[in-house]
């Protein structure tokens, strides 16, 4: 599936928000360029348009396989869930 065209507003917006300049968001949003898995994790909690799976296509089954097979009736992660996981993966990437 394509990623979703953000507006201007928005895509400038979300780039202040995950900490990356708005022509690099540009270029991924258009496949030009491809989210490190850090980063496709804060555009899909700031973003929920954005799929883990359209942002990294090649291997996202590989990084989560969690998502190839959902389990039904199962809750999905709220944004502040999504946001304490991502802070938790940076904080082990720092100290490991």
């Known amino acids: 599936m394509p990623l979703p065209k953000l507006p201007t507003a928005r895509r400038r917006e979300l780039a202040n928000q995950v900490g990356v300049g708005e022509q690099y968001?540009?270029?991924i949003l258009r496949g030009i360029g491809v989210a490190s898995p850090a980063l496709a994790r804060k555009l899909n909690a700031f973003e929920p348009?954005?799929?883990?799976q359209d942002l990294r296509p090649n291997d996202w089954n590989d990084l989560w396989p969690e998502l190839a097979d959902p389990k039904p009736n199962q809750p999905q992660a709220t944004?502040?869930?999504?946001?304490?996981a991502i802070n938790s993966e940076a904080m082990e990437a720092a100290h490991g």
């Open 25 to 27: 968001l540009y270029q």
């Open 79 to 84: 944004a502040h869930q999504a946001r304490v």
């Open 49 to 52: 348009l954005l799929r883990l």
